[in-house]
Structures are given as C-alpha cells and as structure tokens.
C-alpha cells in the first residue's frame, strides 16, 4: 500500500512540475503580400520560453523577450535570428526583409516583418529553420496569401524548404 501511495505523489508532482511545459515545438508565420506597397508582411508568432533557449545557445547570452534590460540588443538579436532562418526567395530572387518590432501574446510573441517593394510573387520559396537550434521534432507552419489565394504549408524538422506557386 505503502508503493501504491508512493507511486501516486510522485506522479502528481510529476505531472504538476511539467505543467508549464508544452508537448510540442512549433512557429507559426503569417506571410501576406500587399499589391498597394508591393511588400511582404510578415508576422511570427513562437513560444516564448523556447525563443528565448534558442537565442542563448545561438548568441551565447540569455534575454527575456517580454520584459528586455536592454530593448536595442533584444531588438537587435530577434531581428537577426529571424532574417538568417526565415529566408525568402520570390521569384527567384532573394527577399530581404526588415524588422518592424515585438509584441507578447500569452505564451508566444509576435515578430513583424516588411520586405523591400518587390515584384508580384508567382513562386515564392521560404527556407524557414526557426528553432532548429533549440530542440529536435521543431514543426514550422507557413500560411500565406497572395492576391486572393491562401496557401499553407509545414516543414518538419530536418525539412526547411517551402515552395509556393501562385
């Protein structure tokens, strides 16, 4: 009886410790093309905690996203980590995009994004590694809309190549 009792606290102090912890590694990317700015808009939304392990073990130092000591270096380090593993490609040419700013949402934040004006995109490429640093099984889902048609697609970790044809 003694085991049985055991066995049960330890569970529940198992399963109350791993609460917070979600079951899965996932980004979610809003891409949408503006034919009035000629711009790709993009909007990033990724759990925060682990956003925040993958910047330390990429740039070597920790940063709290929601809550900075210095809003210029987090600023800095998000916009960097997002232009090297969201890589754009339309039309066969490469898309640079620009950091626009932060914002939290419960768990995850929300990065945006704007490209240079760009011609309208009938085949666009997204190599999208976002978190591949920090876990393995990390899923990345892009939608995106251009004109009036939305198209969406996942790359599963070690995949990272989207191809969308409009």
Not at 33 to 48: A, D, G, P, Q
């Amino acid at each position: 009886m003694l085991n049985v009792l055991l066995f049960i606290l330890s569970a529940l102090s198992y399963s109350k410790s791993t609460s917070s912890i979600h079951p899965f590694y996932i980004s979610v990317s809003e891409i949408n093309y503006n034919v009035e700015s000629k711009r790709m808009e993009l909007s990033v939304k990724i759990f925060t905690d682990d956003f925040e392990n993958t910047l330390q073990k990429v740039y070597g130092h920790s940063i709290n996203l929601t809550i900075p000591k210095d809003t210029s270096l987090r600023d800095q380090m998000v916009a960097s980590y997002i232009q090297n593993n969201l890589v754009l490609s339309i039309n066969n040419k490469s898309c640079t995009i620009n950091y626009l700013g932060i914002e939290k949402e419960e768990e995850a934040v929300w990065c945006y994004f704007e490209s240079e004006p760009c011609e309208f995109p009938v085949a666009l490429q997204i190599k999208n590694t976002l978190l591949y640093q920090h876990v393995e099984g990390q899923i990345n889902i892009m939608h995106v809309r251009v004109g009036n048609q939305r198209k969406s697609l996942k790359v599963d970790q070690p995949a990272s190549i989207a191809n969308f044809n409009f």
